[in-house]
C-alpha cells in the first residue's frame, strides 16, 4: 500500500463548494501553480521553491499534500482556509 495520502475528498469539496467539477478545480490549480512558479518575486518564488515535488512543477496532489503537512506541522488548518477557501 502507497504511503501517498488520497486527496481525492478535498478535491471534491472544493468543486461542490463551487458549483464545478473536481477536473476544473485540478486544472484551476494546475493554472495557480503555473503561475506561482513563474512570478519574479523573490519571496514568492522561495515558497513555491519549499513545495516537493517529483517533476518540474508539483501536481494539484502534491501541492494539497504540501499544505497538509505545514498544517499539520504549523497546527494551523487556517492554511488550508487561505490556500483553498474552505
Same mark, same amino acid.
Given at each position: 500500500?502507497?504511503?501517498?495520502?488520497?486527496? @481525492?475528498? %478535498?478535491? /471534491?469539496?472544493?468543486?461542490?463548494?463551487?458549483? @464545478?467539477?473536481? !477536473? #476544473? =478545480?485540478? $486544472?484551476?490549480? #494546475?493554472? @495557480?501553480?503555473? =503561475?506561482?512558479?513563474?512570478?519574479?518575486?523573490?519571496? %514568492? $518564488? !522561495?515558497?513555491?521553491?519549499?513545495?516537493?515535488?517529483?517533476?518540474?512543477?508539483? @501536481?494539484?496532489? /502534491?501541492?494539497? !499534500?504540501?499544505?497538509?503537512?505545514?498544517?499539520?506541522? #504549523?497546527?494551523?488548518?487556517?492554511?488550508?482556509?487561505?490556500?483553498?477557501?474552505?
Amino acid at each position: 500500500m502507497s504511503k501517498r495520502k488520497d486527496y @481525492t475528498h %478535498i478535491f /471534491e469539496r472544493i468543486a461542490a463548494k463551487n458549483h @464545478t467539477t473536481v !477536473a #476544473e =478545480v485540478r $486544472r484551476n490549480m #494546475e493554472a @495557480t501553480i503555473q =503561475v506561482g512558479f513563474s512570478d519574479s518575486d523573490p519571496q %514568492i $518564488r !522561495a515558497a513555491c521553491d519549499k513545495i516537493p515535488c517529483k517533476g518540474e512543477l508539483p @501536481t494539484p496532489d /502534491e501541492l494539497l !499534500a504540501y499544505v497538509a503537512w505545514q498544517a499539520k506541522k #504549523e497546527k494551523a488548518d487556517v492554511l488550508l482556509r487561505r490556500y483553498f477557501k474552505l
